[in-house]
Structures are given as structure tokens and as C-alpha cells.
């Protein structure tokens, strides 16, 4: 008894029958409707429902959908560029310092290959410095970052191609990392 007792009420959830009485759409309150939005689950009229992949939804669950993915504060730029110009600037003086420049071709696939690691790895920290919070230009903050930290540090310790491949190599990979759909 107990399962029938559940099948029918799932049975009423999913097709509300005109036994419940009419539905006025929320917005529009003299609109009459039937259709109920699948996430907050209240009713709304033809005018008012957004097809979306996961069915039909009220405007402001939609509005909220959006909203939710970029989930930045203002600040966040600031610190992912400042995570991206100590650590990049950091590395590279690493990289400088370990005079890998000297051993001409070795060198450079050295710093192809470590440097899209090392720019994941920054891409990470910047992403995590903000508490995971998504932003619509955390790419831009933390490449540009990078880059600024880095060429300070060529700057100082003096310019060569492999450190300039390093960096190149740092901030694709920190973009790589923080742009949108990769994590
Ligand atoms: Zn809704
Ligand atoms: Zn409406």
C-alpha cells in the first residue's frame, strides 16, 4: 500500500490535474495557466516562461542561472593580478637564476615544457587566492599579471630567449587555466 500511496503522488506532481483548481500565472495575476517553472516551481504564463535545455523556467531563475556563474567581487581582479606578478615574477627570476638560457636549445624545450605547468600552477593559486569565485576577466587579471611580474624580472636579470619563451609559455597556460568551461 505503502508504494502505491508514493506512485501517486508522484503521479500528481507531474501532471497537476484541473482538480487542484486554476493556476494564475505569478507575474501576470490574471493570467490563467498551467505551466509551473521546474526550478522555484511557480506558476507562469506563456509570456513569462524562458525554454531552457533542462525545460521551462520563470525569467528570474533564468536571470539567476546567469548571474550565478560569474560569482567575482570587485576585488578579485586586483588579487589574481597580484598573485600573477609575485608568483610569475618569482619564477622567472627562478628560471633566470638557474641560467638554463646557457644551454641554448636544451634550455628552450626546458622552458616550453615547464613553462605552461608552472602558468597552470599560478592559473590554480589565482583561482583559489579568490575563493573560487568566478570572474569574466580573471584570465585577463592573472595573465597580465604574470606578464608584468615577468618582465620586470627579464628587466633585472637581463633579457634572453629562454626566460622570454618561459614566459610566454607561463601566461598561455595561466590563461589556459582560468578561461571559462575549464574548471
Ligand atoms: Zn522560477
Ligand atoms: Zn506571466
Known sequence: MKISSSENHLADKSNPSPDNGTLFCTVHTGVATSLRCNKCNRPMCTACAVRTPVGYRC?????????????AQSLDPLLQAGVGFVLGGMAVTLFSLLRLGDLGFIG???????????????????????GKRRGKYSYLAAG?????????SLFLFGLSLAPLIFVVMM??????RLRLGRH
Do not use: N, P
Open 171 to 176: 601566461v598561455s597556460g595561466a590563461v589556459g
Open 144 to 152: 597580465g599579471g604574470i606578464a608584468f611580474g615577468a618582465v620586470l
Open 59 to 71: 525569467k528570474e531563475c533564468v536571470r539567476g542561472q546567469r548571474e550565478k556563474f560569474y560569482t
Open 108 to 130: 628552450w624545450l626546458i622552458a616550453f615544457w615547464i613553462g605552461s605547468t608552472v602558468g597552470a600552477f599560478i592559473g590554480d593559486m589565482a583561482h583559489r587566492v579568490v
